[in-house]
């Protein structure tokens, strides 16, 4: 699966944009998920998504967060499983940057060999990611 640019990775915040039609994302972004024959989410959005509804931290996201997995299969999304791999890669990643989601989420661009769509300029510094935004 993968391995070509007609499939990217939506990071957590990318995606949450994609679903609420968020104006914020990017024209680089739009015109990716456009051409983009797959859109892959990693399964550790749900969960970021969901702890930060529960914490609190996310009420714009409170109304879709226990609807989440049969959205990204209504609007064809593919989930991609957190993988014995993809967890030690990402707790091996030699990348300074500690946010756990975003690690899980570098190393699943990694190992499918995708882009991805993100704002954050933290992904840059991987040379194994090619990020999609600006």
Do not use: C
């Amino acid at each position: 699966m993968g391995r070509d640019l007609k499939t990217v990775l939506l990071d957590t915040n990318a995606w949450t944009m994609a679903l609420t039609l968020d104006q914020r994302l990017s024209p680089n972004a739009r015109k990716a998920l456009e051409k983009a024959e797959g859109i892959f989410v990693s399964a550790i959005s749900l969960y970021e998504i969901g702890q930060k509804v529960r914490l609190g931290k996310w009420p714009e996201m409170e109304s879709l967060a226990r609807d989440l997995v049969e959205i990204a299969t209504t609007d064809n999304y593919t989930l991609l499983a957190v993988t014995p791999q993809i967890s030690l890669d990402a707790s091996l990643l030699d990348w300074e940057h500690r946010d756990p989601f975003d690690r899980f989420i570098a190393a699943t661009a990694m190992a499918e060999g995708v882009p991805l769509v993100s704002s954050d300029m933290a992904f840059d510094a991987l040379d194994d990611v090619t990020r999609i935004w600006d």
